[in-house]
């Protein structure tokens, strides 16, 4: 088949024609202007000739139908509240989508901005049937021995990350920071936009800072470079400035400083560093993980280690994943998918709707329509008028959508939980734009296919009928909608309905501490006198009696983390019960001074807790929790007995126990209280002293309103010293929080509007139902049916088409529900309550949206309905 | 000289009629829309005036269905126009569209002829 010839090329041959036809004219002895005059005479109506031409076996097209796309503007304007109702469900629905595809799209699907980032992996290990977590970082040997043992790769790099001191003449803030090895530069493949990188002769005397940096804290003046700044413990000086999409290892990182690490400078075994590696062009994950999981058996052979560290290694494997997974996280990455799967959800909900929407405007058309069939319209140009329809409607649709997820989407970005990577940069992007254009192509179609077939479909019969004939085939169509809406709608209810009830399980948690009328914060001193352990205790003694004498406040304590915070450090304890060469038991480690467990509410079992004068003095006592206990000395007697903790393979002091309290949930409520040893403020190690800044814990009914009259006492006693991670207590419960929140409020959302959706799809099949069959119920009153029979009647019809819907819809649920395991707490993905509340709560839905038009049917007037016509 | 003087020509040109005279045209040899206007014109010793307005939606729609080809050339006049010849479907449609003619021209025939209706065995 040839191409199809452009409308001007056919208006070209036209032209030739008329030429030929005047020539042929003045050559019999007409004047030129008579000849050109008679030649379009002849050749009848142009425009009607081109007009043909253009309908000519036109096929379904949409492309520059401008004329159908007119044509079909007209007739949507017509009828404004379909078109309204139309645009605003497909726009709700676009821009859901959109929004979420935005987000998926810039946080996990987009590479990272670096050179062929698919070749960069994150470096884990994972140790089975040890007492390590399920997945840890590296130690800096591993790194060390990867990086020279290792055949598959381009480079590699470990990094610590975490908040200290940043000070600039009088601002001192806590900021962002990491501490990676100096190769992460070249194994990134990333220079910096002024200065230069960090070498080895800096030590770790130099920083790079990131483009926010310079551009918060010094305005871009590129005088920075070269000085000299105190940073975190010591003055160092600014090297270079990162580019602004350098966002490593997390999006608020605002400085790395410099580093080398070599052989023996770290004690072994000491996990928990981030590594990030390039592998070698053609590399696969997989092959890697193997690599690394073989070499790391070399590590105890080339560094030694206790018997303990051996048996870690046996069983060490080495996990390798892309490096935004591991940046993003199971749950986050889990969550993000589930949302934009539960908006496709709706969009396809939408989508029933309109096409529903549209196959009743095709039957009230159906008389028009066959007229125009009859009276010679192709079969196309019916189709392609209902499919200019759909296409106009889909793309307003888009508009508002566009429109909407502008609005929404930021929005959206600040409700969700903190630390999901690029997340700010989510927006309305090129490909974000571009798909939502694709979806609505995709809804065009979608939703004008059927109507625009159906109304094609050569019944001429109809015509006869008046178009009021049997609606029997073609409600089937429409039920099959309304199956599918109701099945959707239901998935995401039960969805949405097990989040809410794991919200409710978690935040009823008893986490073994208080989280009212709590006040916590941090500050950094650095003073010259605060030289040795005594004279730091010495000032967090008196600041804590100075807060104590706050109005309101009734207990004072510190911790250095608190929990639900920055996580907690884990030690390893030896008792005299154990042998010798056994690697200790894995406890979670504090160190607290003051009324901690008095303001946290954290009960004490047995013994007692620390003296001031244990936080200023060296001595060994220290106090387990419950669940240490079981695991020291399970059944047994633990006060006076001793234990030595193994930090990082020193020699420690051994402590005496002196009390014993109740377990607290640290990091995670979801998780069982951990086993915790608290020691005094002097720490587990004789020169442990020097931890800078612990949590400050207040208790007082004012707790949200502290951070004045803190600041200022802080002021008095270390006016160099940052204030910061002021929170309260119920704050950090309910940030830990945000994932299941966030999550389960936009499910919420998403599942109420599938639920308003699907109620509107079913009143609109039974609205048009009861249309249709006027007569037959004015038949039937005539008969005598009650207005109850014919409510009844119609109820029940709906309800019929809802029930098969729940039905496929538990069916569908039962599967899907699983997708949001990693969410749900204290609830089966399969929990039957929830699954009959919901399909009840659905049917009940379908039987009010049945309800109104069944009780339009039933105030049918016999005599008005036989009189139709 | 005007076609409008002439409706009863203009109503013999039916479609399918139209087609037909053009396929046949074609037969003879390549011709632009105007030299086959002249031609039926010519050969119906001018009884048939084609209505130009409807030749060339004709001509776009024999184009389309593979029976005839359309190309730009120049006329014998040294104007551009567009040339159109058959094709080999062109040819076997106008083989099969001069018999149903023919058959169609033969019932016509049979039916104005002056006599009683024949019995139908």
């Given at each position: 088949m040839v191409g199809r010839r452009s409308q001007s090329d056919f208006e070209d041959e036209i032209r030739a024609h008329l030429e030929l036809e005047a020539e042929r004219l003045r050559a019999q002895g007409m004047s030129p202007a008579d000849a050109e005059r008679a030649a379009r005479r002849n050749f009848g109506n142009v425009g009607v000739a081109e007009d043909r031409f253009y309908h000519a076996?036109?096929?379904?097209?949409?492309?520059?139908?401008w004329r159908d796309l007119r044509h079909a503007w007209r007739a949507l304007r017509r009828t404004p509240g379909f078109l309204a109702t139309c645009i605003l469900t497909l726009g709700l629905a676009i821009g859901a989508v959109t929004g979420m595809f935005s987000v998926v799209n810039t946080v996990i699907l987009r590479p990272l901005?670096?050179?062929?980032?698919?070749r960069l992996v994150s470096i884990s290990g994972t140790a089975p049937g040890?007492?390590?977590?399920e997945r840890f970082g590296p130690a800096a040997e591993f790194y060390l021995h990867y990086k020279e043992?290792?055949?598959?790769?381009?480079g590699i790099f470990v990094f610590a990350a975490g908040r200290s001191t940043f000070r600039v003449g009088d601002r001192v803030e806590r900021i962002p920071m990491a501490w990676p090895s100096n190769d992460m530069y070249a194994t990134l493949g990333m220079r910096p936009i002024a200065g230069r990188l960090p070498v080895a002769e800096d030590e770790d005397n130099a920083v790079v800072i990131s483009d926010r940096l310079w551009s918060s804290?010094?305005?871009?003046?590129?005088?920075?470079?070269g000085k000299w700044y105190f940073v975190s413990d010591s003055m160092k000086q600014i090297v270079g400035v990162m580019p602004?999409?350098?966002?490593?290892?997390?999006?608020?990182?605002m400085l790395w400083v410099s580093g080398e690490i070599r052989p023996g400078q770290r004690p072994l075994g000491e996990l928990g560093l981030g590594s990030v590696a390039r592998m070698k062009k053609g590399v696969t994950r997989e092959q890697l993980a193997a690599e690394l999981t073989r070499i790391s058996k070399e590590l105890p052979a080339r560094f030694g280690g206790s018997p303990g560290y051996a048996r870690i290694i046996e069983r060490h494997n080495a996990l390798v994943v892309p490096v935004v997974d591991a940046m993003v996280g199971p749950v986050a990455r889990k969550s993000l998918w589930v949302l934009l799967g539960a908006v496709c959800v709706v969009l396809l909900i939408a989508c029933a709707n309109v096409a529903n929407l549209f196959m009743v405007r095709a039957e009230g058309r159906t008389r028009d329509l066959a007229i125009r069939r009859a009276i010679g319209a192709s079969r196309a140009q019916l189709v392609r008028l209902q499919m200019a329809e759909a296409f106009l409607v889909a793309v307003a649709g888009g508009v508002l959508a566009i429109v909407l997820s502008r609005v929404t989407l930021p929005l959206f970005i600040s409700a969700a939980p903190e630390g999901?990577?690029?997340?700010?940069?989510?927006?309305?992007d090129v490909p974000t734009v571009a798909t939502a254009f694709g979806i609505v192509m995709l809804t065009a179609l979608a939703c004008g296919a059927v109507p625009a077939l159906r109304a094609s479909s050569?019944?001429?019969a109809r015509l006869r009928e008046g178009g009021r004939g049997s609606t029997r085939g073609r409600r089937w169509g429409r039920d099959m909608l309304v199956v599918l809406q109701t099945a959707l709608a239901l998935v995401l209810l039960i969805g949405s309905a097990l989040l809410v009830q794991s919200f409710v399980k978690l935040s009823a948690v008893?986490?073994?501490?208080?989280?009212?009328?709590i006040y916590t914060f941090q500050f950094a001193p650095q003073q010259p006198?605060?030289?040795d352990g005594p004279s730091v205790g010495r000032l967090h003694l008196t600041v804590m009696d100075r807060l104590r004498t706050?109005?309101?406040?009734s207990a004072v304590g510190l911790v250095n983390n608190i929990p639900l915070d920055e996580g907690t450090n884990g030690t390893r304890v030896h008792t005299g019960?154990?042998?010798?060469?056994s690697a200790g038991t894995l406890l979670a480690m504090n160190v607290t001074a003051g009324d901690y467990f008095r303001v946290m509410g954290?009960?004490?079992?047995r013994g007692r807790t620390f003296t001031n004068g244990e936080a200023v003095t060296p001595n060994s006592s220290v106090i387990i929790s419950r669940s240490a206990v079981e695991k020291l000395?399970?059944?047994?007697?633990?006060?006076?007995r001793s234990l030595r903790p193994r930090i990082a393979s020193q020699d420690t002091l051994v402590f005496t126990v002196v009390g014993v309290v109740d377990d607290v949930k640290?990091?995670?409520?979801?998780?069982?209280?951990e086993a915790i040893v608290y020691f005094p403020l002097?720490?587990?190690?004789?020169?442990?002293?020097?931890?800078g800044s612990p949590a400050y814990v207040v208790k007082s009914p004012r707790a949200a309103m502290l951070e004045r009259e803190v600041r200022e006492v802080v002021r008095q006693f270390a006016p160099e010293a940052p204030v910061y991670r002021e929170f309260t207590m119920e704050f950090l419960a309910r940030r830990s929080m945000t994932q299941l929140s966030f999550t389960m409020l936009t499910l919420g959302v998403v599942s109420g509007l599938a639920l308003l959706l699907g109620a509107i799809g079913l009143y609109g099949v039974l609205s048009y139902v009861v249309a249709a069959r006027t007569r037959e119920i004015g038949v039937r009153m005539a008969l005598g049916a009650t207005a109850r029979t014919v409510r009844r009647m119609v109820v029940a019809q709906g309800a019929g088409v809802v029930l098969v819907g729940v039905v496929i819809g538990i069916a569908v649920a039962l599967v899907g529900t699983r997708a949001l395991d990693a969410l749900l707490?204290?609830?089966?993905?399969?929990?039957p309550l929830v699954f009959a509340a919901m399909s009840l709560m659905m049917v009940g839905v379908g039987m009010v949206a049945s309800y109104v038009p069944a009780r339009r049917a039933s105030s049918v007037n016999p005599i008005e309905s036989l009189r139709t016509d | 000289m005007s076609t409008r003087d002439d409706p009863p020509t203009r109503d013999s040109l039916l479609q399918g009629t139209l087609d037909l005279l053009v396929l046949r045209i074609l037969a003879l040899g390549a011709h632009h829309g105007h030299g086959i206007a002249m031609a039926i014109q010519t050969r119906s010793g001018d009884t048939l005036l084609v209505d130009h307005g409807s030749l060339y939606p004709a001509l776009q729609r024999l184009e389309q269905r593979g029976w005839i080809k359309g190309a730009w050339g120049t006329s014998e006049k040294n104007r551009r126009a567009r040339f159109y010849s058959l094709t080999a479907t062109g040819h076997k449609q106008l083989t099969f569209e001069t018999g149903r003619w023919n058959r169609l021209v033969d019932s016509i025939a049979r039916v104005m002829e002056p006599g009683p209706t024949p019995e139908n065995t």
């Open positions: 076996g036109r096929f379904v097209s949409i492309q520059d139908s901005p670096f050179p062929s980032p698919d040890s007492d390590l977590p043992r290792s055949t598959l790769l381009d804290w010094f305005g871009r003046d590129p005088s920075v470079i602004a999409e350098f966002r490593i290892p997390a999006d608020e990182t999901i990577p690029r997340l700010g940069l989510a927006g309305l050569p019944d001429l008893d986490p073994g501490y208080d989280t009212k009328d006198q605060l030289r706050l109005p309101g406040v019960d154990m042998p010798g060469e954290i009960k004490l079992l000395w399970p059944g047994q007697n633990p006060l006076g640290q990091n995670d409520w979801r998780q069982a209280g002097t720490g587990p190690t004789p020169d442990a002293w020097a931890f707490f204290g609830v089966n993905a399969v929990d | -």
